[in-house]
């Protein structure tokens, strides 16, 4: 203790008599070596945590409830919706009814019966318009035309990826209509019926599952594809309170919910991909800032080797007066951590009250996903100790080198 309280007290004193300037550098150093270390791995898990968080928002909500795997639809889906009612718990809810069909366009300017027809297969999915609305805010991802009027009939949104002004840049990668908008006729046909139904608008997200889709009335839906018992494909939900999405799915299960359908968090309905990219991307973050700890480690480790260069003939009276090598290493080594403790903490006071804050407010614009930066506290502190360790190491290092010196060697500036 002795040892240590001498060590911490040549420690102060080299960093007040050390040049301001060298100070505020070393401190800029580690700062942005702390912010390099957290915020390359929090964008690029950011990219697909902002995809997830669009496709709960747009598409699956915080619980789904689908068929089991030895039926095709949700048995019973009126009584469980009426259950579902009863939920204080459960914010909004819609449910879905899911088809496929052929839609067809610029058919009545089809002069030519054996020219090519302008069609695409196509999902169609069933929905009350005001519970998707509530659920899923897909009015407010128009980019043209208006919403569905529950009270219309004949009335379709189509996901921009079957518009070929819209898809053009993906190529002949999947079928597209050309030349249609808001107020077009188009031609949906199921097996052997066929409905034309009026474009009322076209929706835009950064969701596959809402751009790959097409979107009628439910009642409309079950008339066309025969789904006169009400038995719907797909019941997603939004709670107050997210979090408890695994608690609730409990609750509906023991209230016999899993005897017709098949019941998951959000959690557990995104696909195995995402989570093991996100993975991915954190691993390749956390090497690109392992890179800036080994230049910042060398740029520790130069300054203060310099500094004790510098104060060699010091460092050698000290030990000719009695002071034990390991207390002056111990100086230096607590400078080191004075250095990477400032740095990183001013590093992580800008990491969790602006920027984290910014990007939640100012997600970045990618054409997949709104980045956000992620910056989980506990990888954080791990991260910070790996930092701080080997910012001690570096330290030690050139210290250790000078102790060593002969002493007289050392006094009288001799090699």
Same mark, same amino acid.
Request: aromatic residues 10%.
């Given at each position: 203790?002795?040892?240590?309280?001498?060590?911490?007290?040549?420690?102060?004193?080299?960093?007040?008599?050390?040049?301001?300037?060298?100070?505020?550098?070393?401190?800029?150093?580690?700062?942005?070596?702390?912010?390099?270390?957290?915020?390359?791995?929090?964008?690029?898990?950011?990219?697909?945590?902002?995809?997830?968080?669009?496709?709960? &928002?747009?598409?699956?909500?915080?619980?789904?409830?689908?068929?089991?795997?030895?039926?095709?639809?949700?048995?019973?889906?009126?009584?469980?919706?009426?259950?579902?009612?009863?939920?204080?718990?459960?914010?909004?809810?819609?449910?879905?009814?899911?088809?496929?069909?052929?839609?067809?366009?610029?058919?009545?300017?089809?002069?030519?019966?054996?020219?090519?027809?302008?069609?695409?297969?196509?999902?169609?999915?069933?929905?009350?318009?005001?519970?998707?609305?509530?659920?899923?805010?897909?009015?407010?991802?128009?980019?043209?035309?208006?919403?569905?009027?529950?009270?219309?009939?004949?009335?379709?949104?189509?996901?921009?990826?079957?518009?070929?002004?819209?898809?053009?840049?993906?190529?002949?990668?999947?079928?597209?209509?050309?030349?249609?908008?808001?107020?077009?006729?188009?031609?949906?046909?199921?097996?052997?019926?066929?409905?034309?139904?009026?474009?009322?608008?076209?929706?835009?997200?950064?969701?596959?599952?809402?751009?790959?889709?097409?979107?009628?009335?439910?009642?409309?839906?079950?008339?066309?594809?025969?789904?006169?018992?009400?038995?719907?494909?797909?019941?997603?939900?939004?709670?107050?309170?997210?979090?408890?999405?695994?608690?609730?799915?409990?609750?509906?299960?023991?209230?016999?919910?899993?005897?017709?359908?098949?019941?998951?968090?959000?959690? &557990?309905?995104?696909?195995?991909?995402?989570?093991?990219?996100?993975?991915?991307?954190?691993?390749?973050?956390?090497?690109?800032?392992?890179?800036?700890?080994?230049?910042?480690?060398?740029?520790?480790?130069?300054?203060?080797?310099?500094?004790?260069?510098?104060?060699?003939?010091?460092?050698?009276?000290l030990k000719g007066i009695?002071?034990?090598?390991?207390?002056?290493?111990?100086?230096?080594?607590?400078?080191?951590?004075?250095?990477?403790?400032?740095?990183?903490?001013?590093?992580?006071?800008?990491?969790?009250?602006?920027?984290?804050?910014?990007?939640?407010?100012?997600?970045?614009?990618?054409?997949?996903?709104?980045?956000?930066?992620?910056?989980?506290?506990?990888?954080?502190?791990?991260?910070?100790?790996?930092?701080?360790?080997?910012?001690?190491?570096?330290?030690?290092m050139p210290a250790k080198?000078?102790?060593?010196?002969?002493?007289?060697?050392?006094?009288?500036?001799?090699?």
């Amino acid at each position: 203790m002795r040892s240590l309280r001498i060590g911490l007290l040549l420690g102060i004193r080299q960093i007040q008599r050390a040049s301001k300037w060298t100070t505020l550098l070393i401190i800029f150093v580690m700062m942005f070596t702390f912010l390099n270390l957290i915020a390359v791995s929090g964008i690029l898990v950011g990219l697909i945590v902002g995809s997830e968080r669009a496709v709960r &928002e747009n598409a699956y909500g915080d619980l789904v409830i689908t068929p089991r795997g030895d039926e095709k639809h949700i048995l019973e889906t009126p009584t469980i919706v009426r259950e579902l009612s009863a939920y204080p718990e459960i914010k909004a809810y819609s449910v879905r009814y899911n088809g496929a069909g052929e839609l067809e366009a610029n058919y009545k300017e089809r002069r030519d019966l054996s020219a090519e027809r302008d069609v695409a297969s196509v999902k169609v999915t069933g929905i009350d318009p005001a519970q998707e609305s509530t659920m899923t805010n897909l009015e407010n991802l128009l980019v043209e035309g208006e919403y569905l009027d529950p009270n219309e009939e004949g009335r379709i949104l189509i996901g921009i990826y079957y518009i070929t002004e819209y898809a053009e840049q993906y190529g002949d990668l999947f079928e597209s209509l050309k030349d249609i908008h808001p107020g077009d006729s188009v031609r949906l046909t199921v097996g052997d019926i066929s409905k034309e139904l009026i474009v009322k608008g076209i929706i835009k997200s950064k969701v596959d599952d809402v751009n790959f889709n097409t979107y009628i009335p439910d009642k409309e839906f079950r008339r066309l594809f025969g789904r006169l018992d009400q038995n719907a494909d797909q019941i997603v939900m939004k709670l107050n309170d997210p979090s408890a999405n695994a608690k609730i799915k409990e609750s509906l299960l023991a209230s016999g919910f899993g005897k017709n359908a098949k019941i998951q968090t959000f959690e &557990e309905s995104v696909p195995k991909f995402l989570a093991d990219i996100k993975n991915t991307f954190n691993l390749l973050g956390t090497f690109i800032g392992s890179i800036g700890i080994i230049v910042a480690s060398i740029t520790i480790f130069i300054i203060i080797f310099i500094n004790a260069l510098a104060r060699r003939r010091h460092i050698g009276i000290l030990k000719g007066i009695g002071v034990d090598a390991h207390v002056i290493e111990v100086a230096y080594v607590l400078q080191a951590a004075f250095y990477a403790l400032t740095g990183s903490l001013i590093g992580a006071t800008l990491t969790y009250a602006v920027l984290i804050p910014f990007f939640d407010a100012h997600p970045i614009q990618f054409p997949f996903s709104d980045g956000i930066l992620v910056a989980d506290p506990l990888t954080t502190l791990y991260k910070f100790i790996v930092l701080f360790i080997i910012t001690l190491i570096a330290g030690y290092m050139p210290a250790k080198l000078i102790t060593r010196e002969n002493t007289l060697n050392a006094i009288l500036g001799r090699k």
